[in-house]
């Protein structure tokens, strides 16, 4: 039997995708900041009741995780996840037309709570680069030039390719500011390791489920998962410290925490393969410990676990 091949977006449909795209953006400018985070609110939940797959893979993980054990508590967070998945949206629209260089402490405001270390690393304090291993938490889009705009030290980071290029390439245009450059996925991680030699920081999403080639076996709210090894990779080749950074929503009128944990300590033993599992647990621990505290804003729909919704030796082959 011949493999059956993956489905092909057309162009026309791909157009179409993003000629909605632009009438929400233009939407988004014409309204006032907090209209456009009530009328997200409402899409939220419009998308949750119709988007069958999603919502119940969002509910499911978020039993599945433990962060809530009755079925009320979790549909009710994955409300409130779609809710903040429109936010996100609105996010990026809205800092187009408000941060600059000269306001940006108005918007972006440092977790003072932190531990001192983070804080440290978080900002011209030491003006040293770091490894920013970060995730789906809060709002990922604006994280990395929040980090620039903090700290003063340029940051590189890598965008996986969306299957709809046009709108892949309107979330690119929007995280590449404040000395913030995005490459594709597809470059690999020569263009991280030459930022990191050359003194600037780089951001890796780590919390998405990787291919078998690409991460190696952790474990996430206490169930097998398969992490991300870049950011191990690069930490044991360059000794550039790890630290966890996200950009926390904290009120519907565009204003964010900016808070994480870290940097990792860790000594490695010599044994490469021993040595990415550890780090890989390590900073999947500090994007759980995050989770944790804010777990409304988590992607929960996304794919995470080995044992979830899916054969886990069929996936450990993919």
Not at 43 to 59: E, P, Q, S, T, W
Not at 247 to 252: F, L, P, Q, V
Request: net charge positive; with cysteine; proline share 3%.
């Amino acid at each position: 039997m011949s493999e059956r091949k993956k489905w092909k977006k057309p162009m026309w449909l791909k157009k179409v995708e993003y000629a909605i795209l632009m009438l929400g953006v233009k939407i988004m400018q014409s309204l006032e900041v907090k209209t456009c985070y009530a009328l997200a609110n409402k899409i939220g939940l419009l998308v949750y009741y119709c988007d069958f797959k999603h919502r119940n893979r969002a509910i499911s993980h978020i039993l599945h995780s433990g962060i809530r054990t009755d079925l009320a508590g979790a549909k009710e967070l994955a409300k409130k996840n779609f809710q903040h998945i429109l936010k996100v949206f609105v996010d990026v629209v809205t800092a187009s037309r408000l941060v600059t260089r000269e306001n940006f402490r108005d918007y972006y405001e440092l977790d003072m709570e932190a531990d001192p270390e983070w804080l440290a690393f978080s900002t011209s304090e030491k003006n040293e680069n770091v490894i920013l291993a970060t995730g789906h938490l809060g709002n990922w889009e604006l994280a990395g030039s929040a980090y620039s705009l903090l700290s003063g030290i340029p940051l590189v980071s890598i965008m996986r390719p969306l299957e709809n290029e046009l709108i892949g390439n309107f979330f690119y245009s929007r995280r590449a500011v404040f000395d913030h450059t995005t490459f594709s996925k597809e470059k690999g991680v020569r263009p991280l390791l030459t930022a990191l030699l050359h003194g600037e920081s780089i951001a890796i999403v780590a919390d998405q489920h990787a291919v078998r080639q690409e991460g190696v076996e952790i474990e996430f709210c206490g169930h097998p998962a398969r992490a991300h090894m870049t950011p191990a990779l690069l930490n044991l080749k360059t000794k550039v410290k790890l630290i966890c950074w996200v950009a926390i929503r904290k009120e519907d009128d565009f204003k964010f925490k900016i808070t994480g944990c870290g940097p990792v300590h860790y000594t490695p033993t010599g044994d490469k393969e021993k040595d990415i599992q550890a780090l890989a647990q390590l900073y999947s621990n500090q994007i759980e410990e995050c989770l944790r505290k804010y777990p409304e804003q988590w992607l929960w729909p996304h794919r995470r676990w080995l044992d979830c919704n899916r054969k886990h030796n069929k996936e450990k082959n993919s």
